[in-house]
């Protein structure tokens, strides 16, 4: 590959792959060529044998070629189901290892990290698994450094957790391949994406770095906007991220400046005003998507936060 010649990324689908955090990987850098005006990536897409492949939501892809017609030099992304389902694959875990050394980088998302796992391509490196596959990849591969990090990227090793931390790790890993001012671009036109365009939002983020030095505090605000029209309570996010509830009380009274409670309000809230400004719904459709129980409940709360009724905020446009 020239100098000046867009970075390829070959995103091997397997069967029953995750939509979510298989789409979050791609989208960055199609918007980073948008962005730039030219192509910064070129992505294509393999399965094993080159048919169709099926997500887990039953939509069925179409791949660009077969593993066995990749394009050498390129970075390899594997896009695994949900690592509860995840099954052995004996003849691609030597695949993989026949074939590794003539990838530039190799990446794992949802179970992907487990095929590279099996493959002993991860061997003294740290790597990010789905929450539900850390205490079995910790005693399957002793060799492997397992983070509770939402993402990890070690060297030419890239590893995220499901959902949207594909999002979170691909921003950084463009930052640092395209230049911080392209990373920071591209950030930014997530989060106006995110809140419908609006940057009045009073709800503070995480920097990328924050995120990195503060894995819990990363993943809880994941968990909470994950979870918007049925939220979790401050325990469920707690247990889920393994600290007490206490704890997580303090981490987001030191970084974000206030409590678990009121930064999940104003998550759903922002979401409220997304579907408000980008959706016909009606105010009570919208307040049910954004876990209230009524639109007079919903109002109230908008209203406190943002100081106008959702009607006014939909008639202002």
């Known amino acids: 590959m020239k100098n000046g010649d867009p970075i390829v990324f070959s995103f091997l689908l397997l069967p029953g792959f995750s939509s979510l955090p298989m789409s979050s990987a791609v989208e960055p850098l199609l918007i980073c060529n948008r962005l730039e005006g030219e192509d910064r990536y070129k992505v294509e897409y393999l399965s094993e044998n080159g048919l169709p492949v099926v997500s ?46 003539r990838f530039s980088a190799l990446g794992g998302v949802s179970s992907g990290g487990y095929l590279l ?51 979170d790790m691909m921003l950084m890993l463009v930052g640092r391949q395209q230049g911080r001012d392209i990373g920071e671009a591209l950030a930014q036109y997530f989060v106006r994406e995110r809140v419908g365009g609006d940057a009045s939002s009073q709800r ?10 503060q894995p819990k505090l990363a993943e809880a605000i994941d968990l909470m906007e994950a979870n918007i029209e049925e939220p979790l309570t401050a325990d469920d996010i707690a247990r889920h991220v393994a600290i007490s509830r206490r704890q997580l009380e303090r981490i987001y009274k030191k970084y974000l400046d206030t409590v678990p409670s ?56």
Request: proline fraction near 2%; glycine fraction near 8%.
């Open 262 to 317: 009121k930064y999940y309000l104003q998550i759903r809230l922002d979401h409220g005003r997304s579907l408000l400004h980008n959706h016909s719904a009606s105010i009570a459709d919208v307040a049910l998507s954004c876990g209230f129980s009524s639109g007079a409940h919903f109002s109230t709360a908008y209203r406190n936060f943002f100081g106008l009724t959702p009607s006014e905020e939909r008639a202002r446009g």
């Open 117 to 167: 796992a099996e493959a002993g391509l991860l061997k003294g490196r740290k790597a990010s698994i789905h929450w539900w596959g850390d205490h079995q990849l910790k005693q399957q591969f002793v060799d492997v450094n397992v983070s509770n990090d939402v993402f990890s990227l070690d060297c030419d090793r890239f590893t995220c957790k499901g959902g949207t931390a594909a999002l």
């Open 204 to 213: 503070k983020r995480l920097s990328d770095h924050e995120r990195i030095e």
């Open 56 to 101: 887990s939501s039953g939509l069925p892809c179409v791949v660009d070629k077969s593993i066995d017609d990749y394009t050498c030099d390129s970075v390899l992304m594997i896009c695994g189901c949900t690592p509860a389902d995840h099954q052995h694959e004996t003849e691609l875990v030597d695949w993989l290892k026949a074939h590794h050394r």
